[in-house]
């Protein structure tokens, strides 16, 4: 597992702070340095352990609750997926929303149109909900 610094860790309070729905958590966290790091860095089945012992703790702070929501995002939005990880996002609270907002996330579109061999190129940039 990876080693988050402390800014890190505040950024992700921050986000979970601010959020109102899962969805806005889910994208407050997706955003945060943390969650691209755990993405990159571990494996999916090093972040499904992680997620397993945070969530298994029945005593939550501030800071585990945010890095279990973190953990899980970075387990469903991993650059390479596991099909036979699947965390129990049911653990937590706005799990299955934040799931679920996870799941619905479209990859950014760019595509690009000549209208003319005279005219420039256009560029028409579709960014997910």
């Known amino acids: 597992m990876i080693k988050l ?11 979970y702070m601010i959020s109102n729905t899962p969805h806005s958590l889910m994208r407050s966290l997706r955003e945060t340095e943390a969650v691209t790091r755990m993405r990159r860095d571990a494996t999916p089945k090093e972040l499904n352990d992680y997620y397993d012992f945070l969530t298994a703790r029945a005593d939550r702070t501030e800071l585990s609750l945010p890095l279990a929501y973190a953990t899980l995002i970075a387990i469903l939005l991993h650059d390479k997926p596991d099909p036979a990880i699947a965390p129990d996002s049911s653990r937590l609270e706005w799990g299955p929303g934040v799931e679920q907002s996870a799941r619905s996330v479209a990859p950014v579109t760019i595509a690009t149109f000549k209208f003319s061999p005279k005219s420039a190129s256009t560029s028409l940039i579709v960014l997910p909900p």
């Open 5 to 15: 610094s402390k800014r890190e860790l505040i950024d992700l309070a921050r986000a």
